[in-house]
Nanobody
Framework: VQLQASGGGLVQAGGSLTLSCAAS????????MGWYRQAPGKQRELVAT???????NYADSVKGRFTISRDNAKNTMFLQMNNLNSEDTAVYYC??????????WGQGTLVTVSS
């Protein structure tokens, strides 16, 4: 399955954005889907994951601010990001497969938070 991430952009600190990750086929068989991000000069980090059963997991840095979800009917995964701050500035990637980080990856979408 191919993934396409979208929804990034420029937002002021404290603002919100919703990222989308559209799959080219059914996501029902995808055991786990997730969002990663990579800030300039930093290593890639896992932001959030969601299993086929709906179990979610978040990095400590985004807990309480970000919400991951998936719409199996639309073959799409989302990342609702609230109360954004400058440390959230990064290229965000979606990924999916049996286990992560192996599997399919989408192209990145840039999120820039201005202070």
């Amino acid at each position: 399955v191919q993934l396409q991430a979208s929804g990034g952009g420029l937002v002021q600190a404290g603002g919100s954005l919703t990222l989308s990750c559209a799959a080219s086929g059914s996501i029902l068989s995808l055991n786990i889907m997730g969002w990663y991000r990579q800030a300039p000069g930093k290593q890639r980090e896992l932001v959030a994951t969601i299993t086929s059963g709906g179990r979610t997991n978040y990095a400590d840095s985004v807990k309480g601010r970000f919400t991951i979800s998936r719409d199996n009917a639309k073959n799409t995964m989302f990342l609702q990001m609230n109360n954004l701050n400058s440390e959230d500035t990064a290229v965000y990637y979606c990924a999916a497969g049996v286990i992560l980080p192996t599997g399919s990856w989408g192209q990145g979408t840039l999120v820039t938070v201005s202070s």
